[in-house]
Every structure is written in C-alpha cells, then in structure tokens.
Nanobody
C-alpha cells in the first residue's frame, strides 16, 4: 500500500483547510485510515480516524468539533477537513493505514499502523 498526503499550506487562524490522502496498491488490506500530526519539537499525535466497519469516525479531544475525517466516493481517498484552525494546529500531518482487525483502542497509537504517507505541512499563522 502506498499513501500520498496532500493539501497542506499556510493559512490564518480561523481559516479552513482540507487534506487528502490517496491510497494505492493492496487497498483491500486496509481496515481503516487515520491522520496523525507532529509539531516541531513534539511527538507525533493522533488526530482522527475512520474505521471502515464503523459508522462514526473517532477524534482526539484537541480537534473534536473542528476537524472531520471522511472517506471519498472513490474508496481509496480519505480526507481531513480542518475548520477554525488555530496556531497550535501547525504541524506536519500524516495519513496512515491500519490492518482490518485492528482494535478501536489501537487507532489512537501510532505503532499499530501498517503504512504511512509522506506528510504534508500545515502552518497556521496567528
């Protein structure tokens, strides 16, 4: 599986931005897709995920209500809609794919993912 993240850029606080992640290759082996981010000097953190056999995405508390993870009509696409962006959202954002039988709890940790995209930088100016 190959993952390609895109859509990052420089925006102002309060703006919106949508990131995209395109999966290719053995996509049938994907059980769900997640977004993580890593700010300068900080550890990578979970942002949100969509688990393919569940109805509702999951989110970290820091983005809940502002960010939305969704799956495109083209089933190999996953999006991260980010609204009301804040300076603290500045980070490199990564998409990652999880195996089909990954537990719900495992989605919150970055060590259970099979494949990662290259990351896309989001910079929010205050």
């Amino acid at each position: 599986v190959q993952l390609q993240a895109s859509g990052g850029g420089l925006v102002q606080a309060g703006d919106s931005l949508r990131l995209s992640c395109a999966a290719s290759g053995r996509t049938f082996s994907i059980g769900g897709m997640a977004w993580f981010r890593q700010a300068p000097g900080k550890e990578r953190e979970f942002v949100g995920a969509i688990i393919y056999n569940r109805n509702s995405p999951i989110y970290s508390d820091s983005v809940k209500g502002r960010f939305t993870v969704s799956r495109g009509n083209a089933r190999n696409m996953v999006y991260l809609q980010m609204n009301v962006l804040k300076a603290e959202d500045t980070a490199v954002y990564y998409c990652a794919s999880a195996p089909p039988r990954a537990s719900l709890r495992s989605y919150y940790s970055d060590y259970n993912y099979d494949f990662w995209g290259q990351g896309t930088l989001v910079t929010v100016s205050s």
